[in-house]
């Protein structure tokens, strides 16, 4: 998620085990904790310092090391005991110390795998990317919680039941986790009862989040005769979806995509989610898992290909599509989300006879 929110998570973490016995210094290392493993960031602008360019290490090397499962307790504990240390080896500190750090750490990578996007929890042994679709990468419902926890330890009055209140939220965001991913099962079952009243097959169906709410899901649907389908539903007040669809390139296409660097590795992003069409002699290659009601409907960002005259094609570079980014268009996601009158979805059915 959001490093805000993983800030906010460590510090409640570190609230909730610390705070009578270290202090403020509880949240703030706790926070501390919640943060580092997303300094991952910083390995595309020093590499491309030291000279060694490379345009997809941003896809390759975010959610690495610093998100595998092992990062947590090694380098927790490490920091855990060097603090302990540097605060004058009180021995029953350490144990608070260490778990603060532990758990700071090791729940960010927790966290991130709830969303979409991919988490490497076994890197660099294996570069598998665990997700599970509960929470989008901002979710004020997650995060204000977690704000409203740390007020009890920075308000006087509220203090002494800072511990509790930590304890509270921490409760309600993980069993909120756990409401996120009933969300997208319930999303999926929408999905496939409305297909199967048009009788329509298909191979793969997969509900994804949206951003800022848990109930309005992206459905992407690989048919058996080679469309791709995308649609929008909202849990909570479902309504008939107006699907998106586009013709996918034939098998010989896909075949050559995936022969290139670029291909496999855009596959591998993706979770092997992708949509590949042609047009004008070009292959596009985008991420299905994300998009938006318009032209990024298929896929925010991908890769691109020229097809050459021996059949083969050839790699001209990453493309991103334009995406809205205001306040009108939020609000129209959070009404389409509530299944009141909205300009976020379509009213009617694209490219799908």
């Known amino acids: 998620m959001d490093s805000i929110t993983q800030i906010a998570l460590g510090a409640v973490i570190g609230q909730a085990i610390g705070h009578k016995k270290l202090g403020h210094k509880a949240l703030i290392f706790g926070a501390l904790g919640g943060f580092l493993p997303d300094l991952d960031v910083l390995i595309t602008p020093i590499a491309n310092m030291m000279g060694h360019h490379d345009e997809f290490m941003g896809w390759k090397y975010h959610r690495h090391f610093s998100h595998s499962l092992w990062f947590g307790p090694l380098l927790g504990s490490l920091m855990g005991w060097g603090l302990w240390t540097w605060y004058g080896k009180q021995a029953e500190h350490l144990l ?207 890769v691109d290909f020229d097809t050459l005259e021996n059949g083969s094609l050839s790699y001209v570079g990453r493309s991103r599509f334009e995406r809205e980014a205001s306040w009108h268009s939020v609000r129209e996601l959070f009404k389409a989300s509530y299944g009141l009158e909205n300009s976020f979805l379509p009213d009617k059915e694209s490219g799908c006879s």
């Open 96 to 302: 608070s110390w260490i778990a603060i750090m532990v758990l700071s750490i090791f729940t960010h990578s927790l966290l991130d795998t709830c969303t979409i996007y991919g988490t490497q929890l076994l890197a660099p042994f294996s570069n598998h990317r665990f997700y599970i679709p509960s929470v989008s990468i901002i979710d004020p419902i997650y995060t204000i919680p977690l704000f409203m926890a740390l007020s009890f330890y920075w308000i006087r009055r509220l203090r002494s039941n800072a511990g509790r209140a930590a304890l509270i939220s921490l409760i309600f965001t993980t069993l909120y986790l756990g409401f996120g991913w009933g969300i997208n099962f319930r999303a999926e079952h929408i999905a496939r009862e409305q297909l199967a009243e048009k009788h329509i097959e298909y191979k793969k169906l997969n509900a994804y989040t949206t951003i800022f709410q848990p109930w309005l899901r992206r459905i992407v649907v690989y048919e058996t005769d080679n469309l791709l389908r995308v649609g929008f539903v909202s849990t909570l007040s479902p309504q008939p979806i107006f699907w998106t669809c586009k013709r996918q390139s034939p098998q010989s296409i896909k075949d050559s995509v995936m022969q290139t660097q670029a291909g496999q590795l855009l596959n591998w992003f993706s979770i092997e989610n992708l949509s590949i069409s042609e047009q004008n002699g070009r292959i596009s290659a985008t991420d299905a898992r994300y998009g938006i009601p318009g032209s990024s409907i298929f896929g925010w960002w991908g």
